[in-house]
């Protein structure tokens, strides 16, 4: 069965530009979430979505962060304009349901570096 | 106080020995908890699921819970370089997602 699949690996890119995190999620999956990783912070979750329906975004950093999930097979993470505190790994982790007796399954991550 | 507290280490053990990672939480109501594996440059893995209190093996990895002490422990025996990673615990009430400790760096020395 294919894991967690998100893209890109890397990005590299000046601040100012927006950037497109991309995730699709095991298949048949009801929740989706969307984390960034820093040595300081650890594992912050930004938004978990249910059935396609964000649940929970209160972790969204500011109004410069946005994602969305427009089918059960895919979703995005953006960042308009990007600054280089946005550096960090950001990962996306799917599971059958977000009330956290299931275990999440997480992608590769993005490793993103704002310049 | 965070919900989730682990030593963000790092810890550095020679090969065999017996690694002894630990979280503390909070949240009395916690009751499904996790352990990952963290590669570098890979996502988390689950490692170790336990439901409630007390232990469970799994070849040379032990998971034990406390409840009593809030207080969830995983025991790597005879440590490989192989283990080197971070890793993470993670817990729930069942009623909200998991909440993840910030990871605890191992490196197992040959």
């Known amino acids: 069965d294919a894991g967690v699949i998100q893209s890109p690996r890397h990005e590299v890119t000046e601040m100012g530009q927006e950037v497109t995190l991309r995730c699709k999620p095991i298949?048949?999956?009801?929740?989706l979430f969307w984390y960034r990783q820093t040595m300081m912070r650890g594992l912050e979750l930004l938004i978990y979505?249910?059935?396609?329906?964000?649940?929970?975004d209160s972790g969204m950093p500011e109004d410069r962060f946005s994602a969305k999930m427009p089918n059960a097979s895919f979703s995005t993470l953006k960042i308009q304009p990007s600054e280089p505190r946005d550096s960090a790994v950001y990962f996306c982790?799917?599971?059958?349901?977000?009330?956290?007796?299931?275990?999440?399954?997480f992608g590769d991550g993005t490793r993103l570096s704002i310049l | 106080q965070k919900e989730v507290e682990q030593d963000p280490g790092p810890l550095s053990v020679p090969e065999g020995a017996i690694v002894s990672l630990n979280c503390t939480y909070s949240?009395?109501?916690?009751?499904?908890f996790m352990w990952y594996r963290q590669y570098s440059r890979k996502g988390p893995e689950l490692l170790m699921y336990?439901?409630?209190?007390g232990n469970k093996e799994d070849g040379r990895f032990t998971a034990q819970v406390d409840k009593s002490s809030k207080y969830i422990s995983l025991f790597i025996r005879d440590s490989q370089p192989s283990d080197s990673a971070t890793y993470l615990c993670?817990?729930?009430?069942?009623?909200?997602?998991?909440?993840f400790g910030k990871g605890t760096r191992l490196s197992v020395i040959a």
């Open positions: 982790a799917s599971t059958l349901f977000s009330e956290g007796k299931q275990p999440q399954h």
């Open positions: 336990t439901y409630s209190s």
């Open positions: 298949s048949g999956h009801n929740s």
């Open positions: 949240n009395s109501a916690f009751q499904y």
């Open positions: 979505f249910n059935n396609n329906v964000p649940i929970d």
């Open positions: 993670a817990m729930s009430s069942g009623n909200t997602p998991l909440v």
